[in-house]
């Protein structure tokens, strides 16, 4: 039986959230701690290509893909088919009990992906997190050093060692202390706010490194190639080669945390490619199952090899759903030419941005590549962030049946990561009512100074 596929149109038949997601929403903050609070004002009911439907019979645009994930959409015919027939087959033997062929599959297509030269192996986990842990664990096994380095604005997950790493205190890390030992945190590139060249925010970077930890102590840089809840912060040109060839003269090791970035996201595979370096170990995950729950490590045979037998792993990591789904997306995204579809959407946001800049000086920087695009938002004199203004931007427009994320070390930043399969023309309708949204806000500023 084949399900009529769900109208790529927004519709409000009630307004958000209506009734049932009233009702579900009491149910929700009696069973579950406010500490995990969704920001959409609607349960879903269903969601495909571009539209989430909700409980209450409302479409809204999707311009967030559940935080980069659902890449070739939530429900794309060819992973709801390749999933259904794997659970048919077995949903899990457990990888290290007894293993099966469709994860060395994935390993294969990963090595063909990522650019990273020479043989690659893979190790297969749950999440982005997880992933980071295993990248530090074969970083630290391969270099037998211990320090790693991250930079300001970074993310890389809400774990234990991986909180350590993530740069922003609230809400991420906040009360949960104290960390892991030997996490040191150094200067990046953000081009906007500190106006630094490549070359030179690069010598800043490796001066901190130098002075701080030493190379002899430091076993890995890790830096996402765009920093994502950062607020999509792409460092200047030159900035990432210069870091990575440092790394490569001093015997530290290089981890790309490309799991927001990954998987045509950007407009290539991974957005290493697009700043032109090559990583030792990348660490991957959202985009890469079409929603189902997988990770990857990825990195030189070598490095991967140095780690004893039976040291990676874990009782979920590449459990056979996934990877089934995983093969699927990465089908998709080559079928559909997916990457060409992310330029597209990029050309898309930003000229609408750029419009809109043109009368609003509050736009201070439209950046991003690909269907990974940010616009933050700042007082046209000092710079000053307007997270308000963001908040609330991100509020109405939910509201309205757009959902939308913000991000932003400074909260100041509304973040696009639309599904990359998603209509134009519904992509641009998304955009509209947050920039008539942003418009309003403006002449309700203009009224309170004429007042
Ligand atoms: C989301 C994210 C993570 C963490 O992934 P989870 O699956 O939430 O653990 C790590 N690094 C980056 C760059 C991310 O965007």
């Avoid at 000092?382 to 070390?409: F, H, M």
Wanted: contains cysteine.
């Amino acid at each position: 039986m084949t399900r009529e596929p769900l109208e790529q149109s927004r519709k409000l038949v009630t307004e958000l959230p209506g009734p049932k997601a009233r009702q579900l929403r009491e149910q929700l903050e009696t069973y579950v701690p406010k500490a995990v609070s969704p920001s959409t004002p609607a349960f879903v009911a269903r969601a495909e290509g571009g539209i989430v439907e909700d409980v209450d019979g409302n479409r809204l645009i999707d311009l967030g893909a559940g935080i980069a994930v659902t890449t070739v959409g939530a429900s794309h015919p060819k992973v709801v088919e390749a999933v259904k027939a794997q659970v048919e087959d077995f949903t899990h033997t457990c990888f290290m009990v007894t293993p099966y062929e469709s994860y060395a599959q994935l390993a294969q297509k990963l090595d063909e992906i990522v650019p990273i030269s020479g043989q690659t192996r893979t190790v297969l986990l749950n999440s982005g997190a997880e992933a980071v842990e295993n990248a530090v664990k074969v970083a630290r096994a391969y270099t037998g050093k211990q320090a790693i380095a991250a930079f300001d604005n970074a993310y890389h997950g809400r774990t234990t060692l991986t909180m350590g790493l993530t740069a922003k205190n609230m809400p991420y890390k906040d009360s949960f202390g104290p960390f892991a030992s030997e996490l040191y945190r150094v200067p990046g590139s953000y081009p906007f706010r500190d106006g630094l060249p490549g070359e030179e925010a690069a010598a800043r970077t490796i001066e901190a490194l130098e002075i701080q930890i030493g190379a002899n102590n430091l076993a890995a840089v890790i830096m996402e190639p765009i920093q994502g809840e950062g607020g999509f912060i792409e460092p200047a040109v030159g900035f990432l080669a210069k870091v990575v060839d440092w790394c490569n003269a001093n015997g530290v090791l290089f981890i790309a945390d490309e799991v927001q970035t990954g998987f045509v996201r950007t407009g290539t595979w991974f957005a290493s490619e697009a700043q032109g370096i090559e990583p030792d170990l990348i660490t991957m995950a959202k985009g890469i199952a079409g929603g189902m729950p997988l990770s990857a490590v990825t990195g030189r045979a070598e490095l991967m090899d140095s780690v004893h037998a039976g040291g990676l792993g874990g009782t979920y990591g590449g459990n056979p759903v996934a990877v089934a789904a995983g093969l699927a997306s990465i089908a998709v995204m080559e079928e559909e030419n997916l990457a060409a579809k992310a330029l597209r959407i990029e050309e898309i946001i930003t000229e609408h941005f750029a419009a809109v800049q043109q009368d609003d000086a509050r736009v201070g920087e439209i950046r991003g590549r690909g269907a990974m695009m940010a616009v933050e938002f700042v007082d046209p004199e000092t710079k000053a962030p307007l997270a308000d203004l963001v908040n609330e931007v991100a509020v109405a427009a939910r509201k309205q049946g757009v959902i939308t994320l913000t991000a932003g070390t400074y909260g100041n930043v509304l973040r696009f990561l639309p599904p990359v399969v998603i209509g134009e023309d519904l992509l641009k309708e998304g955009l509209s009512v947050i920039t008539d949204i942003l418009a309003e806000t403006r002449t309700q500023n203009r009224q309170t100074i004429d007042a």
